[in-house]
Each structure stands twice: as C-alpha cells, then as structure tokens.
C-alpha cells in the first residue's frame, strides 16, 4: 500500500474517531436535557405548591381574625350575664343564670 493509502486510512480512521465523539456528545446532551427538564418539573410544582398555601395561610388569617371578632362579640354579650349559685335574686331556671341590668 502506497504511503497516501496509509495516510488516507489515518484521516478515514480520525474521522470516525471525531464523529464517535460528536455522537457521545450529543447522547450527553439530550440526557442532561431530560434531567433540566425533569428539575423545571419539580420546581413549577413546587411553585404552585407554594403559592396554594399562601392562599391557604391568608384564608386561615382570614378565618382567624373572623373567630377573634366573633369571639369579642360574645363575651361582650356574656358580660351582661352573671352566674350563680341558684340561691342569688332572679335566677332562671337553667343553672343559675341571670340578666345583670
């Protein structure tokens, strides 16, 4: 074999060794796109995770400062009662409850 045969060979031999390369690369390539696009996953759950319980947090603030204020509102209408023994004035008849005027 002449000595541009060899040489040929060599240049058919590093192309195939350049394309193997390029071919890993690019199987590389897509596999980390499959994990990126598996991460961008799991962080927009995470997201709207994130944003359904600071719905859930203000719906609760809600709820509670509802309950406080209702709350106020009947002790407040409690103070007009006094409790008694039974043996006290004007005591009804349900366990020594009485109107205080």
């Not at 390369?21 to 796109?33: D, F, P, V």
């Not at 995470?46 to 406080?68: C, F, G, R, Y």
Request: glycine share 10%; no cysteine; net charge neutral.
């Amino acid at each position: 074999m002449s000595e541009s045969g060899q040489t040929l060979e060599r240049i058919v031999g590093s192309v195939k060794k350049v394309s193997d390369i390029i071919a890993e690369l690019a199987a590389g390539s897509r596999e980390q796109l499959s994990g990126i696009e598996l991460v961008n996953r799991a962080v927009t759950q995470l997201d709207q995770m994130t944003q359904q319980n600071a719905a859930l947090v203000e719906e609760a603030s809600a709820a509670s400062k509802s309950m406080a204020s209702r709350s106020q509102q009947m002790s407040g209408m409690l103070e007009r009662y006094q409790l008694g023994n039974g043996e006290q004035g004007d005591t009804s008849s349900r366990g020594g409850v009485r109107r205080v005027a």
